[in-house]
């Protein structure tokens, strides 16, 4: 009984050992397998979406793999995380993590835990969000837009992405610090909420860069930006910090992928994406919209989410974030 014992356990180790095999061989020839899949939770044709196109060519280049865009839009881009975060560990799917995923899973709006069920790869770049008008509102300033909501509370207008993503957010902190109510109408996404502003069923847009090419033809009018500096396009436009309001709202876009990954293929895709994040036809597209490239590798980009879910838990308290959510 005890010799058979000794065979049958050697026998199991030869079997643990002959089926770690594989995993390390193709840990090793990643990723010659197929192409791989990057999950933009964007529609098509926004910020977001040519930013991370731009990045995915430059690391396929890297990596020596195709990497194929796959648009998972919806929920305030928590629909694509969520698919981001049950896929399989193998490397081949990998994707962009909105940084509001930190405040959404603690609203329960997504069901995942952002600490334990996505490993981080890089932070690379931001967005410029700002507060556009009409060019024919008769608010010519940020001044001049909160002392008319002083004297009209709760009727002036503004249309977001949705409520709890980063521009609503961003407004209700700053209708703290301005001491003014707004009526806020939240949208599917930025585009339909632009759409609305320039048909002039809202008096206000808080959105990314979107409505950059209407404030070029003059068709509408930014107010204000709300990055850590003034933007290269708009360097007559004050940001939020220099109008006297000290807020800075950025929303860096990182990439990241299942939880499990075997760490030789998780290293080699920090590598590919340290080097994409520096290469010149990303970092000009980045410029060419004002998303500045804000680039951190794994353990610091770890730190920096954990940090944001820390103050995502005051904002929540702070906007009653719930309430709104409760209300629609």
């Known amino acids: 009984m005890d010799r058979r014992r000794v065979l049958l356990a050697g026998a199991a180790g030869l079997g643990a050992s002959a089926l770690s095999l594989p995993r390390v061989a193709r840990a090793a020839a990643y990723p010659t397998e197929r192409a791989i899949t990057f999950i933009c939770p964007w529609p098509a044709g926004g910020t977001a979406d040519v930013t991370m196109r731009a990045l995915c060519q430059a690391a396929a280049k890297v990596l020596g793999q195709t990497v194929i865009i796959e648009n998972r839009a919806g929920a305030s881009g928590m629909l694509g995380t969520k698919v981001l975060s049950t896929a399989k560990p193998d490397g081949y799917t990998i994707g962009q993590v909105p940084i509001s995923v930190t405040r959404f899973a603690q609203l329960r709006t997504v069901q995942l835990d952002p600490l334990k069920d996505l490993t981080y790869l890089a932070r690379v770049n931001g967005q410029t969000f700002g507060l556009a008008v009409r060019a024919d509102a008769p608010w010519k300033t940020l001044a001049e837009f909160v002392a008319a909501a002083k004297a009209k509370p709760g009727l002036i207008t503004y249309g977001s992405a949705g409520i709890g993503g980063a521009t609503h957010v961003g407004m209700e902190e700053f209708n703290l610090l301005a001491g003014i109510q707004l009526n806020h109408i939240p949208y599917k996404g930025g585009a339909p909420a632009l759409q609305d502003l320039l048909g002039g ?102 730190k920096y989410i954990q940090a944001t879910y820390r103050k995502d838990t005051q904002l929540i308290e702070r906007l009653k974030l719930r309430e709104l959510l409760a209300k629609g």
């Open 201 to 302: 069923q809202v008096d206000a847009v808080a959105d990314s860069s979107s409505w950059a090419p209407h404030v070029k033809s003059g068709k509408l009018r930014l107010l204000v930006t709300w990055g850590e500096t003034r933007t290269k396009d708009f360097p007559t436009v004050p940001t939020l910090k220099e109008s006297g309001y000290d807020l800075v709202v950025d929303a860096p876009n990182g990439i990241g992928a299942p939880k499990g990954m075997d760490p030789a293929i998780v290293t080699r895709l920090r590598d590919a994406f340290r080097k994409a994040a520096a290469d010149p036809e990303f970092v000009a597209v980045c410029d060419r919209i004002d998303a500045p490239v804000m680039y951190l590798d794994q353990p610091d980009y770890e």
